[in-house]
């Protein structure tokens, strides 16, 4: 089976952990230090917080900036369910605008109409590594005076306009799951303009408690501590460090690797009748190519979308569905008035689909992803004529 995402580990990420393991340091300490300040000068020099996961991360984020009870957060219904689950844990609640179907990206004119009295924070999330539109989103932001907090776990690496994504919004959230651009096992990031809010963000990633967990086990800070709110056990740890230090110094290249598999799936996609890749942000643009995200003319097909992952799979090609629309989970329904409140979002749903995509990916296993996918719709096409020819005969 060829997954939809492997992780790029090589022997210098075998060595460091070891290295790790061996020094007797695996919890928060020197390592998630450096791993912190080689993140934060990615993203142009902010301060990064290095945490157990991506959700942790922007948990951390929406809790730091005071975001809670009473206030609303708009987001995507397209993404991952960490992005609006945060937004409950806090106590505020989301709103899903709907988004571009070129893009799968927020759409701009639904977060201008979603905008309410209660609107704290805008939070994008930067679908399969595409920056969202950051000028339409920063204006708005701006315009009417509340936070921009990005979901960044698809786009390490990714710019906008020349601005490394991390360095834009209020705060931005990165992902290190086995699956992302970078891995440390799981874990995440965040980065942060403010340093105050960066600040209560370290606080917050410790319990609460007004001192740096790495200074309190190393014996270096004073052995009493004092706890100033109710935080959460939230730091990554030295050995997740160890392995995100090397994967840092890869990240170029294994991005670049990525955007080279996804440069030749567009030639070949382009034969293939009936599927068709996602747009590219307009705006001057850096991908992260996090995903390969097609969207199938179902209708022209006659085929669902599940069967054909189905048959895939099947197949050997590990295709996956990026995502299940928050707005259409038991959990969120009652955040919208009806599906057809979110129609952009809604038809996507039924028509998209993950293939392959990861560093290691050889340029012939893009191939036979593509002839694979081209035989079954031409299979399923010409079944379609057959029972369409019977049915006139009949
Ligand atoms: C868009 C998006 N947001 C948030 C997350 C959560 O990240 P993590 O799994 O590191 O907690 C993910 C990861 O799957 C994601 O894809």
Not at 335 to 356: E, G, K, N, Q, W
Request: with cysteine; aromatic share 4%.
């Amino acid at each position: 089976m060829l997954p939809y995402a492997r992780p790029s580990i090589t022997d210098a990420e075998v060595a460091e952990v070891e290295a790790c393991l061996r020094s007797g340091w695996l919890a928060t300490g020197p390592r998630t230090a450096r791993f912190e300040a080689a993140l934060g000068e990615q993203v142009g020099g902010l301060s990064v917080l290095g945490t157990c996961s991506g959700t942790a991360a922007l948990h951390l984020a929406l809790a730091a900036l005071g975001i809670g009870p009473g206030d609303e957060v708009i987001t995507s219904p397209m993404t991952w369910v960490s992005t609006a689950n945060v937004i409950l844990h806090v106590g505020a609640t989301p709103v899903f605008a709907d988004i571009e179907a070129r893009t799968l990206n927020l759409d701009p004119a639904a977060v201008r109409a979603a905008v309410g009295a209660r609107t704290r924070c805008i939070l994008p999330v930067h679908f399969g590594g595409a920056p969202c539109d950051m000028d339409a989103l920063c204006g708005l932001a701006r315009e009417h005076e509340v936070l921009l907090v990005e979901d960044a776990a698809h786009a390490l690496g990714a710019a906008y306009a020349g601005r490394p994504i991390g360095s834009i919004g209020d705060a931005t959230m990165f992902s290190f799951h086995p699956a992302k651009n970078l891995t440390t096992g799981e874990g995440g990031a965040l980065a942060v303009r403010d340093p105050a809010v960066a600040a209560r963000a370290a606080r917050l990633r410790y319990h609460g408690i007004a001192q740096d967990p790495g200074a309190r086990s190393s014996g270096r800070g004073p052995a009493s501590y004092d706890v100033v709110e109710a935080g959460f056990k939230y730091a990554m740890s030295d050995l997740q460090a160890a392995l995100g230090l090397v994967q840092l110094t890869r990240l170029e290249e294994m991005n670049r690797r990525r955007a080279e598999r996804a440069a030749l799936y567009l030639d070949r996609l382009a034969d293939v009748a009936g599927v068709a890749p996602l747009a590219l942000p307009d705006a001057r643009h850096r991908h992260a190519w996090h995903l390969m995200v097609v969207r199938v003319e179902i209708e022209r097909l006659r085929i669902e979308r599940d069967e054909l992952v189905g048959r895939l799979r099947e197949a050997g090609i590990g295709a996956g569905v990026h995502f299940v629309p928050l707005h259409l989970q038991s959990l969120y329904r009652p955040f919208v008035p009806a599906a057809s409140a979110l129609p952009v979002a809604t038809d996507a749903h039924r028509r998209i689909l993950t293939l392959p995509l990861f560093p290691d990916m050889e340029s012939t296993d893009v191939e036979r992803v593509v002839e694979i996918l081209n035989r079954i719709l031409r299979e399923t096409e010409r079944g379609t004529a057959v029972r369409a020819a019977a049915s006139v005969e009949a």
